[in-house]
Nanobody
Framework: QVQLVESGGGLVQAGGSLRLSCAAS????????MGWYRQAPGKERELVAT???????NYADSVKGRFTISRDLAKNTVYLQMNSLKPEDTGVYYC?????????WGQGTHVTVSS
């Protein structure tokens, strides 16, 4: 098992920035993917961005050019730098860790963007 601890959510005005962090308690496999998903009120959870241990990234079209995902492999940590935030970015952001058969989620951190 891997525990994921997220931090960095909060309230910000439109156009502002936030940085999310997620630390995994351990590395299960050398090949793994960490990333962020979000769920807005009344909507399904959706992909925001992911990054493999090899450095490949995948972004939702809605955040390309505004959000940047990065990882510190030594610390088993993934970050999400969110710039030019919009009210539609509001939601609960969940960290995800996938390695082999394991697919784990953090408890979620709230991001609220006011207009």
């Amino acid at each position: 098992q891997v525990q994921l601890v997220e931090s960095g959510g909060g309230l910000v005005q439109a156009g502002g920035s936030l940085r999310l962090s997620c630390a995994a308690s351990r590395k299960m496999f050398s090949v793994n993917t960490m990333g962020w998903y979000r769920q807005a009120p009344g909507k399904e959870r959706e992909l925001v961005a992911t990054m493999t241990s090899g450095g490949s990234t995948n972004y939702a079209d809605s955040v390309k050019g505004r959000f940047t995902i990065s990882r510190d492999l030594a610390k088993n940590t993934v970050y999400l730098q969110m710039n030019s935030l919009k009210p539609e970015d509001t939601g609960v952001y969940y960290c995800n860790y996938r390695a082999g058969p394991f697919n784990g989620w953090g408890q979620g951190t709230h991001v609220t963007v006011s207009s």
